[in-house]
């Protein structure tokens, strides 16, 4: 049925390209979680930011709620539309602006996909290190939106650290430039910041302008098979203090037993219960000596059974797939996913905890634990059993994440390490944050969005 509001919007902007077949609809109104059924008003597909601050203008003036759209690759429902909402996709807005070699900072359009950053970086000699499986999809702005982490936060940062201004336009169609790319700014608050994890409810990620970091250097992947998990915390140690540490990520045999039947290639011969891949700095004889070394330790600690070293580029990629495949390999099974967080000291005692809880509350499921431990991040999937109803097995699985809600707060945890609160984790934001922060929270969005417009009831409720 055509809706008057989107012929009220053609007119307010008459050059926006507006979407409504049902389609796009379905298309656009979904991101990687695919518990919500799509029920957009319409695609704005904006060219340029004027055409962005118009929309905004005329949606804050007709109380029009907007979800700004980047590659919906989002774990936590962060893009979904299902409530008639105007879908703001930067698609058409996915260009590289330009790079300063004093300054190395590359400024990019939003809708830029994480890999035109990375390939741009190259071209000028250097890198942009934030890095994880969905490169190819997501854009910039998505990643600034839920301060995206990935495989190389042990080393680098999150998102957040390389992001040196921002174009932020508010829920009233102002246009904010944040921080303009400088080091040093101690003028007021740092607006920059709260941008980053806004999951779009504070206005829409325009432009943004990213640190670039020194090339990345010659590295070696180590693939190891682990006893038990009492022993994951002292490998990561070891190696951190013996290696130029790249990325330390862990995986459980039900996690490689998928990613196998997915079509990668299986390691060893004998399965084990859990399994690391790290990646180091290394160059020439001596990085080899060295990693031999480590790996040497590691067994003579009896902490590690087996391992594979990467010799070349092919080979790193093989034993890469075995950690990065895992999200898409689980896809079929509708996962219910979890993904949580504790100071990396807190995480033996924590995936103790967890381990017990999740075996005494979960005997029926296939529970897969992956996920960035050398930063305390665990990724936790439950698979559906196929003969049970979505409803029934998400009822379950919400049981179950508030006692691990309660476990975190006893360990000082979050409930989202990088994926965000959108839909999926909204109910459980107050077991980590509390109501005076939430307040502030609340005060912070109505600063920058007084109607409320801005992806109403992700995060938290309006
Ligand atoms: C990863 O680390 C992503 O691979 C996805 O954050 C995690 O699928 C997941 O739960
Ligand atoms: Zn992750």
């Not at 080393?155 to 508010?170: I, P, Q």
């Not at 994890?197 to 990620?205: D, H, N």
């Not at 090339?215 to 951190?240: C, E, G, H, I, K």
């Not at 109803?389 to 000082?412: M, Q, S, W, Y």
């Amino acid at each position: 049925m055509y809706d008057a509001r989107i012929s009220s919007l053609q007119a307010a902007v008459p050059a926006l390209q507006v979407l409504t077949d049902p389609t796009d609809l379905a298309h656009y109104g979904v991101d990687w979680t695919r518990r919500w059924t799509p029920a957009p008003l319409a695609i704005a597909l904006p060219a340029d930011v004027a055409q962005v601050q118009a929309v905004m203008r005329w949606a804050h003036a007709q109380g029009v709620a907007v979800v700004p759209s980047g590659g919906r690759t989002g774990l936590s429902g962060g893009a979904v539309a299902a409530n008639g909402e105007l879908v703001l996709s930067l698609q058409r807005m996915n260009k590289v602006l330009g790079f300063d070699a004093v300054d190395r900072l590359l400024t990019v359009q939003a809708g830029a996909a994480l890999e035109t950053v990375h390939e741009a970086a190259r071209t000028h000699g250097l890198q942009y290190p934030v890095d994880f499986a969905a490169r190819g999809s997501c854009t910039i702005g998505g990643n600034i939106a839920t301060n995206a982490g990935g495989i190389r936060v042990v080393r680098y940062g999150n998102t957040r650290e390389w992001v040196a201004g921002v174009k932020l336009v508010t829920g009233t169609g102002e246009l904010l430039d944040l921080n303009r790319g400088l080091v040093k700014n101690s003028s007021g608050y740092d607006l920059r910041h709260l941008a980053v994890a806004s999951e779009g409810t504070l206005g829409v990620i325009v432009e943004a302008t990213l640190r670039l970091a020194e090339p990345a250097p010659a590295t070696r992947v180590m693939l190891l098979a682990l006893p038990s998990f009492d022993v994951l915390m002292q490998v990561f140690q070891a190696l951190r203090e013996r290696l130029g540490l790249e990325a330390f990520e862990f995986f459980t045999d039900r996690a490689l037993h998928h990613v196998v039947a997915h079509g990668a290639q299986p390691p060893f011969d004998t399965a084990y219960p859990f399994y690391v891949v790290a990646e180091f700095a290394s160059e020439g004889e001596a990085g080899e000596v060295a990693l031999l070394s480590a790996f040497e330790h590691c067994v003579e600690q009896g902490w590690v059974e087996d391992g594979v070293i990467s010799h070349g580029d092919t080979q790193a990629a093989q034993l890469w797939r075995l950690r990065e495949g895992i999200t898409e390999s689980l896809a079929p099974y509708v996962p219910y996913k979890n993904d949580v967080s504790v100071r990396v000291s807190a995480m033996p005692a924590f995936l103790a905890e967890t381990q017990a809880l999740l075996a005494a509350e979960y005997p029926q499921f296939d529970v897969v634990w992956f996920g960035h431990i050398g930063d305390g991040n665990l990724h936790i999937n439950v698979l559906k059993p196929e003969a049970m109803a979505n409803p029934d097995f998400v009822i379950e699985c919400e049981r179950v994440t508030k006692l691990l809600a309660a476990t975190l707060e006893r360990h000082g945890g979050s409930i989202s390490a990088e994926h965000g609160i959108g839909l999926v984790k909204k109910p459980y934001l107050r077991s980590t944050r509390s109501d005076a922060e939430i307040a502030v929270m609340r005060g912070i969005k109505a600063a920058l969005d007084p109607a409320g417009i801005l992806n109403p009831g992700k995060l938290f409720d309006p």
